[in-house]
């Protein structure tokens, strides 16, 4: 996936670039930067110090050292101080800077902390939607795998009621007991009208569905792959191969990509032999979405990821 939030230590990231929150001067060390010179050892440290002033929203880089990366870039986040466009540009361009710096290296991965939600106290609800629109925006016209790292679950609990509406959605929709999902899936066995209608619904494989839904939304396959955040290798293969299977992910990741409904998303991902479980907070977070016909990937692993630890 070209986008992927994840629950780790940046200084451990195996990327091309690792991303450091920084000072202007370098001289107030904290959060992040202990971490990164702590790995990378005293070499990083003189070589941040060598860069100079940094002005808020600008990026330099050096190498990296014993890092796991072959650079680091080094940003200067906005200090919070009353919730300005000032602000959120200063942020913003933190993201972009940074990725069209690994855009004329010619990278293949970046790894972001959350830029300024530390010492510079950005709130962090707001500090991530900037992260989130800024990174999707660069991926709409470019090709990098890049990573958002959250250190741990408190640095990143966001408490809104965009969140409040989806717990209360996956409290009374939640299967709780095996014997009731058992019987949910006795029921959809029962309504079905006979084995061959159930044959036929297979007769295309998911590759071909895929490919002709595609086709009925007028869309190029790039506008899909990329709205379901999987690189063009992967489509390339599903294309190719009509017997190709894909992960539950890919498949539901290209059915919302696709904004079908519930039925026909379904239908799609049964071609690949899944089905949504109400005992899966993952795809009642997915079916959430698409009642409320809300189909933007990053908005729905943002969600997941603050639910399930994972994202699509």
Do not use: W
Not at 186 to 205: C, G, H, N, P, V
Not at 251 to 264: F, P, S, T
């Amino acid at each position: 996936m070209p986008f992927r939030i994840v629950r780790n230590d940046i200084s451990s990231m195996t990327v091309d670039a690792i991303v450091n929150s920084t000072h202007p001067l370098g001289d107030n060390i904290g959060g992040v930067e202990t971490k990164l010179f702590e790995v990378a050892g005293d070499a990083l440290y003189q070589a941040r110090q060598s860069l100079g002033v940094i002005q808020a929203g600008d990026v330099k880089y050096t190498q990296a050292f014993k890092l796991s990366a072959n650079y680091v870039f080094h940003t200067v986040g906005p200090t919070f101080q009353g919730d300005t466009n000032d602000e959120h540009n200063v942020l913003s361009a933190c993201y972009e800077n940074s990725l069209d710096l690994a855009k004329r290296l010619n990278l293949v991965s970046i790894a972001f902390p959350l830029i300024a939600s530390g010492s510079f106290k950005f709130p962090k609800s707001q500090a991530l939607s900037i992260a989130v629109e800024s990174i999707k925006a660069f991926l709409h016209e470019n090709d990098l795998l890049i990573y958002l790292v959250v250190y741990d679950k408190e640095s990143y609990a966001l408490s809104t009621e965009r969140y409040e509406s989806v717990q209360s959605y996956i409290n009374e929709n939640t299967v709780v007991t095996l014997r009731e999902q058992r019987h949910h899936v006795y029921r959809q066995a029962q309504i079905s009208e006979s084995i061959a209608d159930f044959i036929d619904t297979l007769e295309k494989t998911f590759s071909e569905a895929l490919l002709e839904r595609i086709t009925a939304t007028g869309k190029t396959d790039q506008e899909i792959y990329k709205k379901a955040n999987i690189d063009r290798k992967l489509f390339s293969k599903i294309r190719s191969n009509r017997h190709y299977q894909p992960s539950k992910n890919t498949a539901m990741a290209l059915g919302l990509a696709l904004e079908l409904d519930l039925k026909a998303f379904n239908d799609l991902i049964a071609k690949a032999g899944y089905t949504l479980s109400a005992s899966s907070k993952t795809d009642l977070i997915i079916q959430y979405y698409i009642d409320r016909k809300v189909y933007d990937l990053f908005e729905i692993n943002t969600t997941l990821f603050e639910f399930t630890n994972r994202t699509l």
